[in-house]
Nanobody
Framework: QVQLRESGGGSVQPGDSLRLSCAVS????????MAWFRQRPGKEREFVAR????????YYADSVKGRFTISRDTAKNTLALHLHRLQPEAPAVYYC?????????????WGPGTQVPVSS
């Protein structure tokens, strides 16, 4: 089983940048890819970005393409999400998870999340 812990969230202003981190531990030998999702109040958890653990292939939701960057350090078992030009929006909790696909139902393990509120 994989354990996950996100960090780096905090209150920011529109246009700011932020870096989120995800520490990955446990049975990581069969991890093929890692993803970031976010969830706003009253909304379903939505796909943000994904990166393959070998090969550095990246995939983004259209809403964040060009503004967010996903990266990973396999030696340190960490995943990162760089958020640039943040837009005013409802508070969102960001989660990391191992898996493939864009549906949250395809992912079985989740961290506790880290909150990123963007004040207007």
């Amino acid at each position: 089983q994989v354990q996950l812990r996100e960090s780096g969230g905090g209150s920011v202003q529109p246009g700011d940048s932020l870096r989120l981190s995800c520490a990955v531990s446990g049975q990581t030998y069969n991890v093929q890819a890692m993803a970031w999702f976010r969830q706003r109040p009253g909304k379903e958890r939505e796909f943000v970005a994904r990166i393959t653990w070998i090969g550095f292939n990246t995939y983004y939701a259209d809403s964040v393409k060009g503004r967010f960057t996903i990266s990973r350090d396999t030696a340190k078992n960490t995943l990162a999400l760089h958020l640039h030009r943040l837009q005013p929006e409802a508070p969102a909790v960001y989660y990391c998870a191992p898996g493939i696909g864009r549906s949250s139902y395809s992912y079985a393990s989740w961290g506790p999340g880290t909150q990123v509120p963007v004040s207007s």
